[in-house]
């Protein structure tokens, strides 16, 4: 799972492309660098991800609830967002965070149906709790996302919903499916920067006009 994250990963950049050259779309010098992070990071976490041998859908029920649960709630805190503190001019991006992480949820219970289907049959998937978290999730990310483009400029809520799902869908590999991880310190190391690299990039990516407009007429 980590490693499909990591490859549509790809498309990150390719956002900011098409959005100045096809759609009109300005991006600014602060937007192409938290693009440019985003990607190296993610290539780092590529990079780094040791090599998968087969699929395997196996997982644990107390890792599987902990994992969405914490997932849903930090979703269910950025759709809030102004209402928690949040600053308005962000919410935007804060939705589309949100939609990601919910994305992420998603793809996080259809992994683990693949793996009830073939030990359970169709029966199982039906009978299974995650079949009902990876429909509300994805209802619910859907409705984010959505709203998100029309609070928040195109490129940076686009861009951070695709992050976003990423790494909670790497995250997941990981911590939910037991995909392995760095056999040295220095694949460790290398990890731990690509997800800073990451963070650096969405700080960077709400566009600072727009808030810099929104702000004086919400004083």
Do not use: C
Request: aromatic share 6%.
């Amino acid at each position: 799972m980590s490693v499909v994250q990591v490859s549509l990963a790809g498309g990150v950049v390719l956002i900011a492309v098409m959005a100045d050259r096809m759609f009109g779309f300005k991006v600014g010098p602060r937007q192409w660098a938290g693009l440019w992070l985003m990607a190296a990071g993610l290539v780092m976490l590529g990079l780094t991800l040791p090599a998968m041998h087969g699929a395997d859908a196996r997982f644990s029920d107390p890792a599987m609830i902990s994992f969405e649960a914490g997932l849903f709630g930090v979703g269910g805190l950025l759709i809030m967002g102004p209402r928690m503190g949040g600053r308005t001019e962000h919410h935007g991006v804060m939705l589309g965070a949100a939609a990601g992480i919910l994305f992420g949820v998603s793809d996080t219970s259809i992994k683990a149906l693949t793996g009830i289907v073939g030990a359970h049959g169709v029966l199982g998937v039906l009978l299974s709790p995650w079949l009902a978290v990876a429909l509300a999730a994805s209802v619910v990310a859907f409705y984010a996302s959505a709203r998100g483009l029309q609070d928040g400029e195109a490129v940076p809520v686009i861009a951070i919903t695709g992050t976003a799902a990423n790494i909670a869908g790497i995250a997941g590999g990981i911590i939910v499916f037991g995909d392995p991880m760095p056999g040295s310190a220095v694949g460790i190391v290398f990890q731990a920067l690509a997800f800073v690299l990451v963070i650096v990039a969405a700080a960077l990516m709400p566009a600072p006009m727009r808030a810099a407009g929104i702000a004086p007429e919400a004083a």
